[in-house]
Structure formats: C-alpha cells, structure tokens
C-alpha cells in the first residue's frame, strides 16, 4: 500500500527567507506526486504535479526516486504564501484509471511572517 | 464555469441514523472522487465513480458507500452512523477517462454525530 509522510505539522518563515516543506513516500512502483494547497477559506486545489515539472507561484518540486521523496521550495517565500499544504500521490495503472484516487499526506502549515 | 457544489454544507445527525450527501461536478466532470477529513486521519480516499460506475475504492466499511447518476451527480451514503464519522467530507470532480485530468475539490459536508 502507499503511504505519504509530511514531518512537519507547522512551519513558520519570514517573508523573503527560503521555504521548504518536506515529503517522504513509500510504494513499491512508479507513482505520480502532488501538491495541493489550500489557502484560508479557501477549497483545496492542486499546486503542481511532478510530472509537468513547471515552476507555479515560486514554488518547485523534484521527485527524488533514490530517497522516495519529493519536497516543495521556494527561493523567497511571501505573506500569501501561507497557507496548508498537502502533499499527495496517484499510482497510474496500465489504463490510467487511478488518477481519481489520491493518497495524501497530513499536511503541513505554512505561516509566512512580514 | 460553475465550481464543485456540495449540499448539505453542515448536518448533525444521530448515532444509528444514515445519511445522504450530494456532490455536483463541474459540467462535462464525468469522475467523482470522495475524501473524508479529520484532525486525526487527515484525508483519506473513500471512492470514485466515473460514468456510473465504482472506479476506485478505499479502505472503509461496507456502510460506506456511493452512487453516481447519469448526470454525473455523485452521493454518499452512511448508514447507522457511529461517532467517528464526524468530519468534513470533500468531493473532487475531473474529467476522468484515461490519463491525468486534474481534480477540483467542493467545499465539503461537515458532519457532526452526536
């Protein structure tokens, strides 16, 4: 079965200081890895998904398939930035029918202080 | 376009009672996914329905379960609810078919068991 690890359940930066909030996975295949995020009051919404490899509001992930991780930064982190963010995988079988399930990691709060 | 909508937004309900909640995707979603929310499991996967039928499913009990209409509306249904039911229920909606259709998440159900 998959499983995905965030270690950090908080994580406070100042604004303009480097942020990295950290993701561990375990399965046995190829999965595809996510992240979502949800801002105050907001619905949750996807943030960017490895496989794209696109850079969206500052933030970047690379999968790491060597340390089953795939960890989320940012070079300056900004106030808007604070928020919830979830970490989350889909195993893609032969037919490509799995995307709708996601597993997701237990978040972790970012506060990005002025 | 409109977004995910999900009715009811709260409910409080009994122990032993069931209930119903309904999600509506985005026009032209024919995949809907179930996740339920809380402080201690985080999010986890219930079920996806696409084109009627049960795609995907998670690791809940039998009372869990779901069905999808031809509209590509979605409920979920509990039955005799224990009190560990109460949380937050999301459903997401995407295209679905083969390959990656991104997920958009509604608002969510809270549910209280009382």
């Known amino acids: 079965a998959q499983r995905v690890t965030q270690p950090e359940k908080l994580l406070s930066v100042f604004k303009g200081a480097p942020v990295e909030l950290k993701c561990n996975y375990s399965?046995?295949?190829?999965?595809?890895l996510f992240w979502y995020v949800q801002y105050s009051r907001q619905r949750l919404q996807l943030l960017l998904r490895?496989?794209s490899r696109e850079s969206i509001k500052g933030f970047t992930a690379d999968l790491n398939k060597g340390e089953t991780s795939f960890h989320l930064k940012k070079p300056f982190a900004q106030e808007e930035d604070s928020a919830m963010y979830y970490c989350?995988?889909?195993?893609?079988?032969?037919?490509?029918?799995?995307?709708?399930?996601?597993?997701f990691g237990q978040g972790t709060i970012l506060t990005v202080h002025p | 376009k409109a977004g995910v909508t999900q009715t009811p937004r709260y409910l409080i309900k009994t122990r032993g009672q069931q209930v119903t909640l309904s999600c509506s995707p985005i026009?032209?979603?024919?995949?809907v996914s179930w996740y339920q929310q809380t402080p201690g499991q985080g999010l986890q996967f219930l079920f996806e329905?696409?084109?009627?039928?049960?795609?995907n499913k998670g690791n809940f009990p039998g009372r869990f379960s779901g069905r999808q209409f031809s509209n590509s509306r979605s409920e979920m249904n509990v039955s005799t609810l224990e009190l560990g039911d109460s949380a937050l229920y999301l459903c997401?909606?995407?295209?679905?078919?083969?390959?990656?259709?991104?997920?958009?998440f509604g608002p969510g159900t809270r549910l209280t068991v009382t």
């Open positions: 399965y046995s295949g190829s999965p595809e």
């Open positions: 490895h496989i």
């Open positions: 026009s032209g979603h024919r995949s």
């Open positions: 329905y696409f084109s009627e039928t049960q795609r």
């Open positions: 989350a995988l889909s195993v893609a079988n032969a037919g490509g029918t799995s995307y709708g399930k996601l597993t």
């Open positions: 997401a909606s995407s295209l679905g078919g083969t390959g990656f259709s991104e997920q958009y």
